[in-house]
């Protein structure tokens, strides 16, 4: 086993292909500690050069009513009237905490959907 830190894409790609032969090797193995390693390794490079943006709060919650077939009125006991939730979805209106706190007990949003 003989692994260097990933500094390029070229690198990058070298180790996803070795991952690939190594899928699926026997943990406590020395093929299987080599594929443990590269994927961290990978991971880290992955953080740093794709970051994933931070989800917007109000598509979070609009995915949420689409999967769950909920509609505005049932947002109500988590963000109040009409006008305000059709501020909310508009972005016309941010979030206050006790909303983000009711939509997660009440919806099981987690938090970090719903603070930017």
């Known amino acids: 086993m003989n692994l260097k830190p990933i500094k390029n894409k070229t690198h990058y790609n070298q180790a996803l292909e070795r991952i690939n032969e190594l899928w699926g090797a026997?943990?406590?193995t020395e093929e299987?500690?080599?594929?443990?390693?590269?994927?961290l390794l990978v991971e880290k490079y992955e953080e740093e050069h794709y970051?994933?943006?931070p989800s917007d709060p109000v598509e979070a919650?609009?995915?949420?009513?689409?999967?769950?077939?909920?509609t505005r009125k049932d947002l109500e006991?988590?963000?109040g009237t009409r006008a305000r939730i059709s501020e909310v979805?508009?972005?016309?209106r941010n979030l206050t905490l006790p909303m983000i706190k009711k939509l997660h007990e009440g919806l099981?949003?987690?938090?970090?959907c719903l603070i930017v």
């Open 51 to 53: 970051p994933i943006p």
């Open 77 to 79: 006991p988590y963000l």
């Open 89 to 92: 979805l508009n972005k016309k």
């Open 32 to 39: 299987g500690d080599e594929l443990d390693v590269l994927v």
């Open 108 to 112: 099981n949003i987690p938090y970090d």
């Open 26 to 28: 026997k943990r406590n």
């Open 61 to 70: 919650i609009k995915f949420l009513m689409e999967q769950k077939g909920l």
